[in-house]
C-alpha cells in the first residue's frame, strides 16, 4: 500500500510532505499544481500525513471517494520511469 495526496493539496502545495518524506518518493515541479506520491517507493509510515496542515495525505485504502481518482492522479505521475515526468510533458 502507499499514500496518496488529493485535493486540498492543488493550491497549498505546502511541501511538508516532502521535507518530512525518509524516502524521497515525494515530488513535484514547480509549475506542478500539487505535489505526488510515488506509489513504488512509498514505505507506508505515514509522515507525510501527519505533517500536512490542510490533511491532503491519505492511506490508499482511505481515499474519500470523491478522491479516489487521485490514486491514478499520483501513480501516473511517475509511470514514464520514476523520474516525475508528467505524460506528455516535454520539460
Ligand atoms: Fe500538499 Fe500537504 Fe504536501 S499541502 S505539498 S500534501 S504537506
Redesign the pocket.
Known sequence: MAFV?TE??IG???????KACPVNC?EGRPGDP??YIDPTRCIDCDV?AM????F??FPENLVPEKWAHFKDVNRDYFADGGTGAPHGSAE
Open positions: 495526496i486540498p493539496c497549498v502545495k505546502d511541501g511538508a510532505c516532502m515525494i500539487m505535489l507525510c505533517v500536512c496542515p490542510v491532503a495525505v
